[in-house]
């Protein structure tokens, strides 16, 4: 019998050695494998929750960008009244990025269309309208969003006092974004939106006017 016990009792020893054994390893490769995950990752989940003086979200640019190591964001503002320019981006360390600029600058509603539009075919533009006088343009072949708004800013030099001044905003992709297109233009669009409200309100654009807190959908113009 006591040969027995002891048996019974080097059993359950090798049987609880195993378990840890089997419970350690288990451990190894899921910390190996978080690691791993981290490593590739965490340089999008990284970013600041809100970005560009609370242009850009850390939500859309994981929405836009793919994985990488490491990314920083940054703005910045340039100029004052007629002159003011503000800027933001997102560059990862595999080359991703995205980029916007603002601009207050001298340039009519009309005028600016015409650019943006540009001498393409009408039914691969996709623009929307909102009242007093905003406009949005995303060429569907296209991996940006450009938005105008108009703008009144003070200071302005006596050789321009008559002509029409707007808050002209870009905001573009690299090539290897995630999103698809009809998102993916949804998306840049409202980000130039919000850098163009941020720069009517740095610039000190208009007579106290209220914009929209955001624009049109894309599938809801005619």
Known sequence: MADGDGRIRERRAATRASAKGFAAGLALVCLLGGGTWIFF???LYLLPGDMCDGTLERGTVTRVLPQARAADAGSRVQGAGPDLAFYCHV???EGSYLDGRAQVLPVSREKW???SRGSGRADRVAHVSADGGIEAVAKLESRS???YVPCEPPGVPSYNASADY???TEFSVS???KAPGAELRQILTDVAYRMSRHTYELAEC???RDLPAELPRYEESP
């Open 41 to 43: 990752v965490k340089g």
């Open 91 to 93: 560059n990862t360390s």
């Open 113 to 115: 269309l015409e650019s």
């Open 145 to 147: 969003a450009r938005v």
């Open 166 to 168: 707007g808050v002209v």
């Open 175 to 177: 090539d290897d974004s």
């Open 206 to 208: 208009g007579k106290g």
